[in-house]
């Protein structure tokens, strides 16, 4: 103990030397502990701020689930048909059919393409391989089949100069989502 010579310091020495140790200890367990500890927390502070910010946005889709549900429930019955394939075609020329005579535009050619059968929903293609109108009627139908409850809509309009300048003569592709209730696993038996 020569060489620290502390049996030589009085004892004011000794007692400002052990408030030093007890100082620095202070400090030494206030950079460990403490700051680690403070990390932590500022971690934990950061992830709830986090997960709050979540889980307000999770109840905002909660809140518009109903009328969500309500919408697609509407948007289901509209589209929903429990008829064959053929029978789905058929109205749907009936349709076509129906306003383009309201319209005054002249059917001359039209055929239906294999409904494409997709997850949950068939998509009708109609074909009008040619079609003779005045270009306003043309727009009129057109605008009618836009405007039809459903999702029927124009894929694609080809028109040309027809017998005289008022006249166009074209073609028009129309397609239509259904929705088949037939087999549908979402559909439950009756209750007997």
């Keep these: ?84 394939d053929s029978e789905v075609i058929d109205v749907i020329k009936g349709e076509i059919d129906d306003m383009a005579r309201s319209a005054g535009v002249e059917l001359i050619s039209m055929e239906h393409r294999t409904p494409a059968a997709s997850a949950g929903f068939t998509e009708y293609v109609i074909e009008i391989r040619k079609l003779d109108a005045p270009m306003e009627s043309l727009l009129s139908f057109l605008h009618q089949v836009w405007q039809t409850p459903g999702m029927m809509r124009v894929r694609k309009v080809t028109i040309g100069p027809g017998a005289d300048d008022e006249r166009v003569e074209g073609t028009v592709v129309i397609s239509k989502i259904m929705i088949p209730t037939v087999g549908s696993p979402e559909v439950e038996p009756p209750e007997e």
């Design 1 to 84: 103990m020569e060489i620290l010579k502390l049996d030589k310091l009085g004892p004011r020495e000794r007692w400002g030397l052990g408030l030093a140790l007890v100082f620095v200890l202070v400090l030494l367990v206030d950079r460990l502990v403490v700051g680690m500890v403070a990390d932590r927390v500022r971690a934990v502070e950061e992830q709830a701020a986090t997960d709050a910010k979540e889980l307000d946005y999770s109840h905002g889709v909660l809140r518009s689930k109903g009328p969500i549900e309500a919408e697609y429930a509407r948007i289901e019955a509209l589209l929903a048909s429990d008829l064959s």
